[in-house]
């Protein structure tokens, strides 16, 4: 099992930058491909990247890639998501996730505390 915490977030203006940053706790943290998720009060939630168990393989939506940049430090049982270029549409509450799914699926085992971003114009 892991438990997940995201940090990081906050305000910003458009066309800057934030790292927020996934802290975990648990044993098998390295078994996990960990998804970084988006959501919107009265909208869907939108996997924006993610990364496999050891790093070698990402996933971005068309709408971060070369913007966003996902990481991930197994010994220090963090992951990464660095937000360069933000746009006000990049306003939400992010959250990551742990799970067994494919990178570019929406599945997930655990979810874990957000953080909110917003951007300004």
């Known amino acids: 099992q892991v438990q997940l915490v995201a940090s990081g977030g906050g305000l910003v203006q458009a066309g800057g930058s934030l790292r927020l940053s996934c802290a975990a706790s648990g044993r098998a943290f390295s078994d996990y491909n960990i998804k970084w998720f988006r959501r919107v009060p009265g909208k869907e939630r939108e996997l924006v990247a993610s990364?496999?168990?050891?790093?070698?393989?990402?996933y971005y939506s068309d709408s971060v890639k070369c913007r966003f940049t996902i990481s991930r430090d197994n010994a220090k049982n963090t992951v990464y998501l660095q937000l360069n270029s933000l746009k006000p549409e990049d306003t939400a509450s992010y959250y990551c996730?742990?799970?067994?799914?494919?990178?570019?699926?929406?599945?997930?085992?655990?979810w874990g505390q957000g953080t909110q971003v917003t951007v300004a114009s």
């Open positions: 996730a742990a799970g067994f799914t494919a990178i570019t699926a929406a599945g997930y085992s655990y």
């Open positions: 990364i496999n168990r050891n790093g070698g393989s990402t």
